[in-house]
Each structure stands twice: as structure tokens, then as C-alpha cells.
């Protein structure tokens, strides 16, 4: 392919993939710019710094976005309420990825840019999901993917670094990965076996073996189905990073899953996420406490479905927009307060207040008079009538 001198913009993180993109686009390409766009979700600064050298390095100005405080209200807060999990994965690359690649065609429109390009692999879930953005956004726009494009492997992207004067190990980490202020993809798709352990590559979490061994007590505050308050926190972007620093310091949040990928094949994934396995404990536990029993059932086959959708990329899929309007309605009453001891990798709750808690003691503790416990005798004989019948015809 040729790019006839024109200009792309380039989906851009200053990893391994996107910096070698940044080299062949011109050199294997022909094109004349690369405008790489590098968007802030919570990679933290050492990650943003390293990013920005590299473009320095190679000559190429970049375009930065600091996204975070919008990746939190805008895609963490939904899964919250959606107690969004897939095969114990928080589901954060994937949302990521919708964000970075709206960016990358925001930017694209602006500045006249012939086509976007990215650094997704063949095999991973990625390409599918920056894919479906760049398409819903722009549907005519040309999508580039030279890893795919070229079948290059890691050694092979390395090597151009080198030749360009930039150390491929430069980076937080022995195998890399995808950061963002939700969770931490330690090494997708590089893990060959089932038992190698990567203690080196965990930012947040520690082991239990180093955690606290005094632990420590949180207040984690909700309205309407996602946190306003975390020690007294209440920026929504701090409050993630606090719970990531003490949930992490204190042993939990480490994740050692076999997951089944967009195109069904099976790998061995690690990912880091404190402060998304404390929330999303929490959220589901203060869900149990206000919502009525049939709205739990629904809401349980909901969330599965939003969270599968999520994971393949339908993040902009007009069901999946449905599924958020159901769950916001389910949301309204999702108010409380929780005190929390984190030890060890465990989360104890403490304490649980609610003021639209749906927990009635004086109603069901077998301590209480409650209500009149005749008043059951005729409501059990019915309920019993089917399994009679049952019987009756000999089945």
C-alpha cells in the first residue's frame, strides 16, 4: 500500500506496536505525516513520559488527550452499574480502546488525514473492537493495520525500534502491557504456559505474602449506582487511584484467569484491578440490599450480556445502549454507604447503611412476631398443589 504522501493519525501509546507503526508508516508506507494521537486514560505518568520521548526521538509531534476524568464517568461508571465482568475480567481494555479510537478519528477529521491506522495484532481482541469505532464514527474511513498487514511478530518490531536508537525494553514492566486507571492487562497473549508467574509486571497490587499485615478500614459512598465518595475523596479520577493504591498495598486485585477471546481461542490472562474489584464488590452487594428479587434476576442476565457485549467490541452497538437505559432505571435507588477492611487480598465488610435498604428484620427474623405466621398455611398448601399432581400422575 501507498500513502501517496498524505497524512494518517495514528492510534498511539509509545508501546512496542504503535512506536514501530510510527517508523514503518513512513518508511514501509510512504506516507508523508503521522500525526500519532496519544490519549490519557490512567496509564500513569511514567507511561504518558516514555510515549512522548519516543515521539520526540523519531520526530513526530503528537496530539494528547488527557481522557481520564471522562473514561471514568463516562465508560467506568457504566460498568459499575452493570457490575461489569466477563469470565472474571472488569472489563477496562475494552472500553478503553472505544475512547482512544474516537479520538484517534476526532483527530483524523480535523487535520484531513487520509486514513488511521493501529497497532492491533491478528489475534488478539483489539483490532475488532478500535475497528468498529473507527467505522461507526467514520464509515468510510481507510483502516490500516500493519501488524496484521505485514505478519509481524514482537522480535521483528524490536529490531525497528533498535535500528531507530530506541530501547524496546524501555517500559514499565518485563513483558508490557495495557494500563489504564481501571485495570492492568499484564502481557496479553504472551503468556505460553498455565503456571509462569510475573510478580515484576504488578504496578498496584502486591502479594499477600507483602501485603499490610495490618490491613485497613475504607467508607466507600454511592448515589445512584456509582461511588461520589472514598475516604473523603470525591473526584471521580482520584477515587480510583486512591482505592488502586490501597486496595493494591493491601493484596487484592490480582486476577489469574484462562479467558475465551472474540475469536474463541482460549489464553491464559493476568490483570491487576483494585480498585474495580473493591467497586464492583461493593455495587453488587448494595444492588442485593435495594432492589427487589425479580429485578436482581433480570438484572443478573443484563449485566451478563452487557459485559459479553462490552468484551466484543459492541460497546456503540445500539442493544448495548439499551441494556443502559434498563440499568440506569434499576439505579435510582442504588444509594449507601459501606465501611470495608481490606486484609490480605480480602475485602471484610463492616458496616452497610442504606437508607432505600429493602432489609426488614422486624418483618423477617424469626426473633420477631413479624406477622402472622398462619397467614402462610394456605399460601404453602397452593404452592405445594403441582408437585401433588405430580405425584397423581405418577411422575
Avoid at 508508516?25 to 505525516?33: A, D, I, S, T
Avoid at 480502546?97 to 489475534?123: D, N, Q
Wanted: charged residues 30%; negative net charge.
Amino acid at each position: 500500500m501507498s500513502g501517496n504522501g498524505k497524512a494518517v493519525a495514528l492510534a498511539y501509546s509509545g508501546g512496542l506496536d504503535s512506536t514501530a507503526l510510527l517508523i514503518l508508516l513512513k518508511e514501509r508506507y510512504g506516507f508523508e505525516q503521522v500525526i500519532p494521537v496519544l490519549v490519557d486514560v490512567g496509564q500513569g505518568e511514567e507511561d504518558v513520559k516514555v510515549a512522548k520521548e519516543r515521539a520526540e526521538i523519531l520526530g513526530e509531534e503528537l496530539v494528547f488527550y488527557d481522557a481520564k476524568k471522562e473514561f471514568v464517568t463516562e465508560y467506568v461508571y457504566k460498568c459499575i452499574k452493570a457490575n461489569g465482568s466477563y469470565e472474571g475480567y472488569p472489563v477496562g481494555t475494552s472500553m478503553s480502546r472505544v475512547l482512544i479510537a474516537s479520538k484517534v478519528v476526532e483527530t483524523a477529521l480535523e487535520r484531513g488525514a487520509e486514513a488511521v491506522p493501529h497497532g492491533c495484532t491478528g489475534k488478539g481482541n483489539d483490532q475488532y473492537r478500535m475497528e468498529v469505532t473507527f467505522k461507526y464514527y467514520s464509515s468510510d474511513v481507510k483502516i490500516i493495520a500493519p501488524v496484521r498487514e505485514l505478519n509481524l511478530i514482537r522480535s521483528q518490531e524490536e529490531e525497528i525500534l533498535r535500528k531507530h536508537g530506541i530501547d524496546p525494553e524501555k517500559r514499565v514492566g518485563k513483558i508490557g502491557g495495557d494500563v489504564n486507571i481501571w485495570s492492568h492487562s499484564i502481557g496479553s497473549g504472551q503468556l505460553e504456559d498455565l503456571s509462569t508467574q510475573v510478580t515484576s509486571d504488578y504496578l498496584w497490587a502486591t502479594s499477600i505474602e507483602e501485603a499490610d499485615e495490618n490491613g485497613v478500614e475504607v467508607t466507600v459512598e454511592f448515589e445512584e449506582g456509582v461511588p461520589t465518595a472514598v475516604d473523603g475523596v470525591t473526584d471521580p479520577v482520584s477515587m480510583l487511584t486512591y482505592l488502586n493504591e490501597l486496595g493494591g498495598r493491601n493484596g487484592v486485585g490480582r486476577i489469574d484467569i484462562l479467558e475465551d477471546g472474540i475469536i474463541g481461542l482460549k489464553s491464559r490472562e493476568i490483570y491487576e484491578a483494585p480498585a474495580a474489584v473493591i467497586l464492583l464488590k461493593l455495587h453488587a452487594d448494595l444492588e442485593h440490599l435495594v432492589l427487589t428479587k425479580e429485578q436482581l434476576r433480570l438484572k443478573f442476565e443484563v449485566d451478563r450480556l452487557w459485559a459479553d457485549m462490552v468484551y466484543h467490541g459492541m460497546w456503540l452497538h445500539p442493544l448495548k445502549r439499551d441494556l443502559d437505559a434498563f440499568i440506569d432505571s434499576t439505579q435510582r435507588y442504588v444509594n449507601g454507604k459501606y465501611k470495608v477492611r481490606l486484609f490480605k487480598g480480602n475485602i471484610l465488610i463492616l458496616e452497610r447503611d442504606s437508607k432505600d435498604s429493602l432489609f426488614a428484620p422486624e418483618l423477617r427474623s424469626i426473633k420477631k412476631s413479624g406477622f402472622d405466621q398462619r397467614d402462610a398455611t394456605g399460601a404453602v398448601s397452593v404452592y405445594t398443589l403441582p408437585y401433588r399432581l405430580l405425584r397423581m400422575k405418577g411422575r
